[in-house]
């Protein structure tokens, strides 16, 4: 009788799992897509942050207070994660965004806006982590800095300063990257 239960519970346990998956897996590859700019990396996050989810619900009772928030911040800080992680490999350009934002711009222009966003991204991944979810969270993601705080449990100010911070610091090292390439 007790094998029956503890199958019940475990039953149970993977139908929330696929439904916290279904209802929140495109959000969590679009977050991803953002920040790593190439579906396969979106694609390794999407399964990363799921079988870590998966993996806590086997260790303990799972009960998020806010499965979306926490699934977000995951796919977030797993997609920095990746670009660190590849630093030594080739980047995949965004064609995808490029195509979407209507008519293809011309190539030297395809060019540099492509150097930029590979730039950035390493930029990004160079940058303290806090930081760099805050800037995601912002600058990728369209979130509020009143969102922000609630999502990462810190003051407005908090987050408006270490943005403030932050822009400062990509944009002096986008002005040295520039004048570097002349």
């Not at 590859?29 to 799921?50: H, K, P, W, Y």
């Not at 209507?102 to 966003?117: C, L, T």
């Amino acid at each position: 009788m007790q094998g029956a239960a503890v199958s019940e519970a475990a039953w149970g346990e993977r139908l929330g799992l696929e439904k916290v998956f279904r209802d929140h897996q495109a959000r969590v590859f679009r977050a991803a897509f953002r920040i790593t700019g190439n579906a396969q990396d979106a694609e390794d996050v999407l399964q990363t942050v799921f079988l870590r989810l998966a993996r806590q619900g086997e260790d303990s009772s799972l009960d998020l207070a806010n499965p979306a928030s926490y699934l977000y911040r995951a796919a977030i800080n797993s997609a920095f994660d990746v670009l660190r992680a590849r630093r030594s490999r080739p980047d995949v350009p965004l064609e995808e965004a490029a195509e979407a934002a209507g008519g293809r711009p011309g190539p030297d222009a395809a060019q540099e806006a492509g150097e930029i966003r590979r730039w950035l991204r390493r930029a990004l991944a160079d940058l303290p982590p806090r930081a760099a979810e805050m800037f995601a969270l912002r600058y990728l993601e369209g979130q509020a800095n009143r969102d922000i705080a609630r999502m990462l449990g810190i003051s407005r100010v908090t987050v408006a300063v270490t943005l403030h911070r932050t822009r400062q610091r990509l944009q002096d090292q986008l002005g040295e990257w520039r004048r570097g390439r002349r």
